[in-house]
């Protein structure tokens, strides 16, 4: 059963700093993009932060400059380092993953559960 776990949220005072992690598990063969997404309250889903198998980035405008996405292949895991933390950030945070998957090599795209933040002013 291939998971993705995230970790690392909480309560934050504005201007704080939060470092969220995604541990994919399960049979994985391979990881391709894996990405941050949040979702408030009456609010849509939306993307925060993508990376690819190869590094390159991508941020919403909101986070940027503010936000670092980053992975270690070798755990397979993915980080999302927020610094500058404003109410406005407040969601659940959501990882997702692209990967190869299964002894078929399926490739699927999974979500995590989820994990709060929240910014306080």
């Known amino acids: 059963q291939v998971q993705l776990v995230e970790s690392g949220g909480g309560l934050v005072q504005a201007g704080g700093s939060l470092r969220l992690s995604c541990a994919a598990s399960?049979?994985?063969?391979?990881?391709?993009?894996m990405s941050w997404h949040r979702q408030a309250p009456g609010k849509e889903r939306e993307l925060v932060a993508a990376?690819?198998?190869?590094?390159?980035?991508k941020y919403a405008d909101s986070v940027k400059g503010r936000f670092t996405i980053s992975r270690d292949n070798a755990k397979n895991t993915v980080y999302l380092q927020m610094n500058s933390l404003e109410p406005e950030d407040t969601a659940v945070y959501y990882c997702?993953?692209?990967?190869?998957?299964?002894?078929?090599?399926?490739?699927?795209?999974?979500w995590g559960q989820g994990t709060q933040v929240t910014v306080s002013s």
């Open positions: 399960g049979s994985i063969f391979s990881i391709n993009a």
């Open positions: 990376i690819t198998s190869g590094g390159s980035t």
């Open positions: 997702n993953a692209d990967l190869i998957v299964g002894e078929l090599q399926r490739y699927r795209n999974y």
